[in-house]
């Protein structure tokens, strides 16, 4: 067990839907970085926060966004769902702002219908 | 894109038998690290390097940043089942990089 909380573990929805991915960071841990997993796929960054603020960005789609909480969880928001989003989305969690060491919780597997 | 060439990209081996994976880029990398996944479950945190050379190991598990800094190996010794599962290497690139770029992976099976 890592530590880091992700709820829910599973969410199956229909296209052109918003769902909220929520991850709770391991005590005493100031970065969250979320991470999308498809299927024969490696994981591919998507967005850190560090203590509430956004500190790096990749390959994230306008369609999601996310935020962290002054209580250090986050939620990614996924809007007009496609097909193609169906993946794992996992979170970390690390320390510092420059986190090598990064600590995933056992994500969310995302079906969209 | 991808920066990251790990290989093989799956493996089929005895148990029993000693098992060697790589992760090599045309970049410099300051960090490299390698990841556990099972199924149904996130990446594990087995061995993170920082300096070109260094060589660490975890039990039954070696991992070595290359000289070059654009290379890293995994080894596992006398594996056993448990070993099954997705082995990632991820590193962060010299420079400015906040973020990690992983490998696609390298799936291993042991079989009794």
């Known amino acids: 067990d890592s530590g880091v909380t992700q709820t829910p573990k599973h969410l199956i929805t229909a296209t052109g839907q918003r769902v909220t991915l929520r991850c709770s960071p391991r005590s005493g841990d100031l970065s969250v970085y979320w991470y999308q997993q498809s299927l024969d796929q490696g994981l591919q960054f998507l967005i850190q926060y560090y203590n509430g603020e956004e500190r790096a960005k990749g390959n994230i789609l306008e369609r999601f966004s996310a935020q962290q909480f002054p209580d250090l969880h986050s939620e990614l928001n996924l809007s007009s769902l496609e097909l193609g989003d169906s993946a794992l989305y996992f979170c970390a969690s690390s320390p510092w702002e420059a986190g090598d060491e990064q600590f995933f919780g056992p994500g969310t597997r995302l079906t969209v219908l | 894109g991808q920066q990251l060439n790990q290989s093989p990209q799956s493996m089929f081996i005895q148990e029993g038998e000693d098992v060697s994976m790589n992760c090599t880029s045309s970049s410099i990398f300051n960090t490299w690290l390698w990841y556990k996944q099972e199924p149904g479950e996130g990446p594990v945190l087995l061995i993170a390097l920082y300096k070109a050379g260094e060589l660490t190991s975890n039990g039954r598990l070696t991992a070595q940043f290359g000289i070059t800094r654009k290379d890293s190996f995994l080894n596992i010794s006398a594996s056993i089942p448990s070993d099954v599962g997705i082995y990632f290497c991820?590193?962060?690139?010299?420079?400015?990089?906040?973020?990690?770029?992983f490998g696609s992976g390298t799936q291993l099976t042991v079989l009794p």
């Open positions: 991820a590193g962060r690139l010299s420079g400015s990089a906040r973020q990690l770029t």
